[in-house]
């Protein structure tokens, strides 16, 4: 299990950026076009064998910048089918908000600003080791609870729906478990069923998704988005018509000639 945090320092030239040795892969890439990572969301992946990705976003934290805004912070977790039980109270946290608030005192309480500003200035620090020591004993003390079995498919939900977020964390579990690909993820991005169809057209996996701004009640199943009909190019369409121009010369020429032989 590798985990890595992003957060800013105090001063200006301290932007957000990973402390210490930053993720070899940014695999989440494959869902920022439908997530605002500056925001509160949560992004689990499975890949396939010993490939899980986690991240959550938006945790808030009790440091400001040198402007008085609020710091957040980013953590990504590789790897995390290796601690269960970390990688699901790290999922809780981030489908609760009283949860992410409390994941942010233990991150403020291993890095506080003096800690976070010498390491971005250059200091060497093991972060990783610091950060996973910090995420374990917070994880310690959650409770497991039981959730109902994996929904097949793909299926979109409400974050505050109860039934959803049930299945949402009965759907973790499973990519958590057997190893088999797809992606669960919350969205502040999308808004619509329809957009959560595209998506789900668009990805290569099943997918699981909790719409931060909807009123969905339970689990919607996703079915193929409807596809805008295909373009014609301009050589059929040109051809087309004129087939039409030359069919209405021939029925006048024809209505002409009728004419005539009604004037003999």
């Not at 069923?193 to 909790?210: C, E, N």
């Not at 087309?240 to 002409?256: D, I, W, Y």
Request: aromatic share 6%; proline share 3%; glycine share 10%.
């Amino acid at each position: 299990m590798r985990a890595h945090l992003m957060t800013r320092g105090t001063l200006r030239g301290q932007d957000y950026t990973f402390l210490g040795e930053p993720p070899a892969e940014q695999w989440w890439d494959t869902v920022a076009p439908w997530v605002f990572l500056e925001s509160e969301e949560l992004i689990v992946r499975r890949r396939g064998g010993d490939t899980t990705g986690l991240v959550i976003s938006g945790i808030p934290s009790r440091r400001t910048d040198v402007l008085g805004t609020r710091v957040r912070h980013t953590v990504v977790v590789n790897e995390a089918h290796h601690d269960r039980q970390l990688a699901l109270w790290l999922v809780r946290c981030g489908l609760d908000d009283r949860e992410r608030g409390r994941l942010g005192e233990v991150l403020d309480a291993a890095f506080d600003g003096d800690f976070v500003d010498a390491v971005m200035s250059g200091a060497d620090e093991d972060v990783e080791i610091r950060l996973l020591d910090a995420l374990r004993q917070a994880a310690e003390v959650a409770v497991e609870e039981e959730t109902e079995k994996d929904i097949t498919g793909s299926w979109a939900g409400a974050v505050h729906d109860a039934v959803a977020t049930r299945a949402f964390l009965a759907r973790v579990r499973r990519l958590l478990a057997d190893g088999a690909p797809g992606y669960a993820f919350t969205t502040h991005a999308l808004g619509s069923l329809d957009g959560v169809k595209r998506v789900a057209s668009t990805l290569p996996d099943d997918i699981a998704v909790l719409l931060h701004d909807s009123d969905l009640r339970g689990v919607e199943r996703l079915g193929k988005a409807s596809l805008p009909a295909p373009r014609r190019d301009g050589t059929t369409s040109g051809r087309r018509t004129r087939a039409m121009v030359l069919a209405l010369a021939g029925a006048a020429m024809a209505l002409a000639v009728w004419w005539l032989i009604r004037q003999l």
